[in-house]
């Protein structure tokens, strides 16, 4: 197994033989393989056949790739100077026939189609997934597919495989795994949560320098090739049987509830490190809670629960109105789905990578009450960073409602817009805490605007009627848009870095022992 920097380095060389027609039998196979599981270096391969063409174009050498074009042709070439655009032209499509029939061979090899054995298990959920090479080829990873046995690698989404014994696994791009067996899966790169009921006991996950045997458990691991696994327990017990050169002692190590170590992949060594129960997405399912039916009862307006479903591309509405958000991956190289308060969440990268949602029409309140809840999670604080806004880029192009956090200080806070024309805020005292869940909501009840954080209290001011920009249509959700509703506003970008999850808004004012029950109720539920 070739860690990056050496398949890198391979690569290079593979490449450079390759372009001189130096390529052996055997380096062929190696190049394949490279190419096989590497998209960015299948990019590269193909980026740099262009280019060669194009060169080659240009200064008329054709070398031995000109098997496709004619020796007349080549010969040619010599003499650019002399040539006319119609000539160019010519050589030009002749380099691109050569890229085509490179690539035709290679993807006629049959070192770049991965083994393929007998069924092992069904991919029972699939968001947003893409495999370089599925089951047969396809790339678009289908719900329903019987997973056979053989190397695959995830490089979009989240796809879950379930085995005949009840094991369940949730693996999320980029990723590359191997169905071994009924009983084995080798994860070679990446980050798996697994669920083993009783009926499994006893599947193994393979990882770099240890294997992971269940006594039943849900537990995760994470995998970087040729360097380290990392096994986290969150429910159960694991054995791991260690295979690095320095461990010599035949005993297995064991791991309990709330217990996580790393091992090194080149000595076998075990580190005792934390549990992160942060850092695994656990289920693609999805279930109630009793925080969920909670918010149900309490007849929001929309509810987006923040689970992945479908392609990926879409907060779903579990409220009445059916005001499904579509999310905007932006910049956005991995899944936006993360564990959340409850199940899952939105993953949010800020103004690094731009991400967001938008309901381009929700149902708004047309009298004078309105309530926001959710809960929310911050890597850092931008400036501006919006949990929810119907609200616009211009100081005049206010609507509903802004809830976020204070321009460059970060407290958390809630502005609505008074019949009188005046703008209402409501403020935390402090910078909102990093790196931890918060249940946040604002209320209006007709007359106080009141904000709340963790179930309690911590702001009110006193408003004259509720005002509506009939202009102003669009939630957006991890953002604030422009007027037009179809981008971020780009003064200040507002975007979010951290997590969403369970926001719901209503049209009506909930009470401060509403908003407590529903704090308590996820608090409860931990």
Same mark, same amino acid.
């Given at each position: ?25 055997? +380096? ?64 030009? *499509? ?10 035709? !061979?290679?993807?006629?090899? @049959?070192? *770049? ?11 029972? !959920? ?12 396809? =790339? !678009? ?19 879950? #495989?379930?085995? @005949? ?14 169905? =071994? ?14 669920? #083993? ?30 360097? +380290?696994?990392? =096994? ?68 929001? *307006?929309?509810? %987006? ?26 910049? *956005?190289?991995? &899944? ?19 991400? %967001? ?11 004078? !009450? ?99 920009? &009939? ?16 981008? &971020? ?25 509403? =908003? ?11």
């Amino acid at each position: 197994m070739m860690g990056s920097s050496s398949k890198q380095h391979k690569f290079e060389y593979l490449l450079g033989q390759f372009t001189e027609d130096a390529l052996s039998a055997a +380096e062929r196979e190696q190049l394949c393989a490279i190419l096989e599981t590497d998209r960015g270096l299948r990019w590269r391969y193909m980026e740099h056949c262009q280019m060669h063409a194009l060169l080659r174009s240009e200064h008329g050498l054709l070398t031995a790739w000109s098997a496709v074009a004619s020796e007349n042709e080549a010969a040619e070439g010599t003499k650019r100077l002399a040539r006319s655009g119609r000539q160019t032209t010519a050589l030009l *499509a002749a380099a691109a026939l050569v890229v085509i029939a490179i690539s035709s !061979q290679w993807l006629d090899s @049959p070192v *770049a189609r991965p083994h393929r054995g007998e069924e092992l298990a069904e991919l029972t !959920q699939a968001v947003g997934a893409e495999f370089v090479y599925g089951v047969a080829g396809e =790339v !678009q990873a289908q719900q329903g597919t019987q997973m056979r046995a053989g190397l695959y690698t995830l490089q979009a989404g989240l796809v879950e #495989i379930e085995y @005949p014994s009840g094991a369940v696994l949730v693996m999320q791009a980029p990723a590359t795994f191997e169905l =071994v067996s009924a009983e084995c899966l080798r994860l070679e790169d990446g980050r798996l949560s697994a669920h #083993i009921p009783e009926t499994a006991t006893g599947f193994r996950i393979d990882s770099p320098g240890a294997t992971v045997i269940d006594v039943g458990t849900d537990f995760a691991v994470q995998a970087i090739r040729d360097q +380290e696994s990392e =096994v986290h327990v969150f429910n159960g017990e694991v054995l791991i049987d260690l295979h690095g050169n320095k461990w010599k002692s035949t005993d297995l190590v064991r791991l309990v509830t709330g217990e996580a170590t790393r091992v090194a992949y080149s000595t076998g060594m075990p580190s005792g490190i934390d549990l992160d129960s942060q850092y695994f997405l656990r289920s693609l399912r999805v279930a109630d809670s009793a925080y969920v039916q909670q918010v149900l009862a309490l007849k929001p *307006a929309v509810y %987006y629960r923040m689970e992945p479903t479908g392609n990926g591309a879409q907060l779903i509405d579990s409220a009445a109105s059916g005001a499904h958000a579509t999310i905007q991956i932006g910049l *956005a190289t991995a &899944p936006v789905w993360t564990v959340g308060k409850v199940g899952a969440a939105l993953q949010l990268g800020g103004t690094a990578q731009q991400s %967001y949602a938008v309901a381009q029409h929700y149902p708004q309140t047309d009298g004078d !009450q309105l309530s926001v809840a959710g809960w929310i999670y911050a890597r850092s604080r931008p400036r501006w960073a919006s949990i929810a806004k119907n609200w616009a880029g211009g100081n005049y192009d206010r609507g509903q409602f802004h809830f976020g956090l204070r321009e460059d200080s970060g407290e958390l806070e809630a502005h609505i817009v008074d019949n009188r024309g005046d703008e209402i805020a409501v403020q935390d005292t402090m910078p909102l805490p990093l790196n931890t869940w918060h249940h946040v909501a604002f209320v209006a009840d007709g007359q106080i605007l009141r904000l709340y954080r963790n179930g309690r209290e911590i702001d009110a001011r006193p408003y004259d009627r509720l005002h509506r920009d &009939p202009r102003i249509r669009a939630l957006a959700i991890g953002t604030k848009l422009n007027l037009s509703g179809d981008a &971020p506003e780009e003064r200040d970008y507002n975007m979010w870095d951290g997590r969403l999850d369970e926001l719901a808004i209503f049209n009506h004012a909930l009470t401060a022992d509403d =908003v407590r029950a529903l704090y308590e109720a996820a608090e409860l539920a931990k």
